[in-house]
Structure formats: structure tokens, C-alpha cells
Antibody, heavy 123, light 107 residues
Framework: QVQLAESGGGVVQPGRSLRLSCAASGFTFDNHGMHWVRQAPGKGLDWVAIIWHDGRNENYADSVKGRFIISRDNSKNTLYLQMNSLRVEDTAVYYC????????????????WGQGTLVTVSS | DIQMTQSPSSLSASVGDRVTITCRASQGIGNSLAWFQQKPGKAPESLIYDASSLESGVPSKFSGSGSGTDFTLTINSLRPEDFATYYCQQYNSYPLTFGGGTKVEIK
């Protein structure tokens, strides 16, 4: 059974940094790409970033490009999101999600999601 | 970027009804479209991929259709547990984009 558990959320001031983690279990982590998707309070889903199974390729939403970095440690079955220069508009629940591609192929479609961690950017 | 427009943004329906939600892409995406269900305070769950393929374990009351720019999600025989918000997502090209959501409420 796929399990994804996000952590690292909290309250942070604008301009500061925060790192989120996502611990994965129940599947072969290094066979799958991974996503971060966020949801501002009362709003819809907003894709943030994707990383390939081996960590060698990434892609970002324009709104976070140059500020956020997605990375992974396959030896620890863990996904990360380093968030720098945070803005009030980054306030959201951040979900990690597994890419549905099999055999190290990226489909760009999330198929399993964690429960999310809340990031609040406020002075 | 590809814009995904869902309609309606909300609808009211009764238990037993059939409802249809539409999703329109700003440019052709082939069949690279997924549908998700999200209940309040919970993570999204995948329902349909490749526009019309049902995820494992999802009941056949859910169905999807369409290709190119116009897609639909149909839910037959609404049950109380189906009242939720539904999102479409295109995965034809980056950046990946979601529709704004359709909230299905009890009439």
C-alpha cells in the first residue's frame, strides 16, 4: 500500500525559507517520478514541481521557478521541497504525490497523494 | 501554458441523480486528462486517467469521455459519499495544470 507522509510545514515570515519532506513507503521509490502540488485555503489544486525517478531532471511551475527546489534521496525514500524567498501567496497545504509512470517512465500524472502539510507565510 | 476550464463551478444534485461535469482545454491535449475527487480536509484521489480509463478500485458509476479540448466526467446514481469537489488535470505538457474544480453538493 502506497504511503506518503509530508512534514516540515509551519508558520514562516515572508522572505524566509522552509524545507518540506515527504517520506515514501509501500512501493519502489526510485522507480517513480514524484510531484509537489499545493492548495491555498479554500482554493483549487496548483501543481508546483516534478522530479524524475533518478533526480536528474525537474520541472517547475512559473510561480515558483528560481525560488523552490525539488530534490530526492532515494537511499532514504524521501522527497524534498526547499522553499526560498517565501511569499504570502505561497500559503497553502503542500501535497507530495507519486507519478503514475511505471518502470522509471514519467507520465506527469499523480496517482497517489499524501495527506499534506500546511505552510503559512505571514509576518 | 494550457488553461483548463471546468463547468459548472458548483452544482446541486439529489441522491440517485446523474451529473455531468465538463472540462475544456485552451489547446488540444489528446487524451492526456485525469479526473480527481477531493473531499473536505482530505487529499485528492485519482478517478480517471487518459480521459476515459478508470483507476483500479474506482466504481464503474464514474466514467470519462472526450479528447482534444473537450472532456466530461459523468457520475451515475449519486450516493452521499460522492458529494465532493472534482478536478480535471492535463498532463500533455508542462506546466501541468488543473481545472478550477466543480463542487457537487446535496440538493
Amino acid at each position: 500500500q502506497v504511503q506518503l507522509a509530508e512534514s516540515g510545514g509551519g508558520v514562516v515570515q515572508p522572505g524566509r525559507s522552509l524545507r518540506l519532506s515527504c517520506a515514501a513507503s509501500g512501493f519502489t521509490f526510485d522507480n517513480h517520478g514524484m510531484h509537489w502540488v499545493r492548495q491555498a485555503p479554500g482554493k483549487g489544486l496548483d501543481w508546483v514541481a516534478i522530479i524524475w525517478h533518478d533526480g536528474r531532471n525537474e520541472n517547475y511551475a512559473d510561480s515558483v521557478k528560481g525560488r523552490f527546489i525539488i530534490s530526492r534521496d532515494n537511499s532514504k525514500n524521501t522527497l524534498y521541497l526547499q522553499m526560498n524567498s517565501l511569499r504570502v501567496e505561497d500559503t497553502a497545504v503542500y501535497y507530495c504525490a507519486r507519478d503514475s509512470g511505471r518502470g522509471r517512465v514519467i507520465s506527469a500524472r499523480p496517482d497517489s497523494w499524501g495527506q499534506g502539510t500546511l505552510v503559512t507565510v505571514s509576518s | 501554458d494550457i488553461q483548463m476550464t471546468q463547468s459548472p463551478s458548483s452544482l446541486s444534485a439529489s441522491v440517485g441523480d446523474r451529473v455531468t461535469i465538463t472540462c475544456r482545454a485552451s489547446q488540444g491535449i489528446g487524451n492526456s486528462l485525469a479526473w480527481f475527487q477531493q473531499k473536505p480536509g482530505k487529499a485528492p484521489e485519482s478517478l480517471i486517467y487518459d480521459a476515459s480509463s478508470l483507476e483500479s478500485g474506482v466504481p464503474s458509476k464514474f466514467s470519462g469521455s472526450g479528447s482534444g479540448t473537450d472532456f466530461t466526467l459523468t457520475i451515475n446514481s449519486l450516493r452521499p459519499e460522492d458529494f465532493a469537489t472534482y478536478y480535471c488535470q492535463q498532463y500533455n505538457s508542462y506546466p501541468l495544470t488543473f481545472g478550477g474544480g466543480t463542487k457537487v453538493e446535496i440538493k
